[in-house]
C-alpha cells in the first residue's frame, strides 16, 4: 500500500511480527481499489479470562474516494482469534469482500451508464405533460412528464443532455425514464 497506513496496539506490545503481517495483508487491498487513501488498523485484546488466552479484537478503516469501509472482527466466543494472526486475516478477508463489493456495483453502474441510450432534450410541451429526445443515433423519442426521473420536468431545457430506457409505447418506441446527465441518480 502506498499511502498512509496506521497501525495501533492496544493492550498489547507492538510486535515486528505483528506489524509485518498488518502490512502484507494492507498491500493485497491495493488488488481490489488503486484509489484507497488510507487505511487504520487497530489491533487490541480487551478480554482476559481466567480459563482461556486473550481474544484479539481488530478495527479496520479504509478510507476511498467512493466511501469508507469500517470492519470490526470482535468474536468473543472464536477460540481462533486467541491467536493475533487469525483475527487480522478474518478482518482483512472482510474488507476485501467489502471492497470487492464495492468494485462490482460500480463495473455494473458504469456499464449501465455506458448501454443507455442518450441524447438530448429536442423539444417540450408542458401544456401537453409530455417531450421529445433527439436520440444520438438520430432518432426521435416520445417522454411523458412523469418517465423524468431525477429531475423536475419543469426544469427541463431544451438542448439538455439525457439518458434513457426505451419501451414499446401504444405510438411506438418511447422512453420510459430519462435520467438528466450530471444530476444525481440512481438506476435501482
Avoid: W
Wanted: negative net charge; hydrophobic residues 35%.
Amino acid at each position: 500500500m502506498h499511502l498512509p497506513l496506521q497501525i495501533t496496539f492496544r493492550h498489547i506490545e507492538p510486535s515486528p511480527a505483528l506489524e509485518a503481517r498488518i502490512r502484507q495483508l494492507a498491500e493485497r487491498l491495493d488488488h481490489y481499489s488503486q484509489e484507497i487513501m488510507s487505511c487504520r488498523v487497530v489491533i487490541e485484546a480487551p478480554h482476559k479470562h481466567n480459563h482461556q488466552g486473550n481474544l484479539y479484537t481488530v478495527h479496520l478503516d479504509i478510507t476511498s474516494p467512493s466511501g469508507e469501509i469500517a470492519v470490526t472482527r470482535d468474536q468473543h466466543d472464536n477460540h481462533a482469534h486467541e491467536d493475533a494472526h487469525v483475527a487480522l486475516r478474518d478482518a482483512f478477508r472482510a474488507a476485501e469482500r467489502q471492497l470487492e463489493q464495492r468494485v462490482q456495483k460500480l463495473r455494473r453502474d458504469t456499464k449501465a451508464h455506458e448501454t443507455a441510450p442518450h441524447g438530448r432534450i429536442r423539444a417540450l410541451y408542458p401544456q401537453l405533460d409530455y417531450g421529445r429526445i433527439e436520440a444520438s443515433d438520430g432518432r426521435d423519442i416520445y417522454f411523458h412528464r412523469n418517465s423524468v426521473v431525477n429531475t423536475d420536468f419543469n426544469e427541463l431545457d431544451i438542448g439538455m443532455p439525457v439518458y434513457f430506457s426505451e419501451e414499446m409505447g401504444e405510438q411506438g418506441i418511447q422512453a420510459s425514464s430519462v435520467h438528466v446527465e450530471g444530476k444525481h441518480h440512481h438506476l435501482d
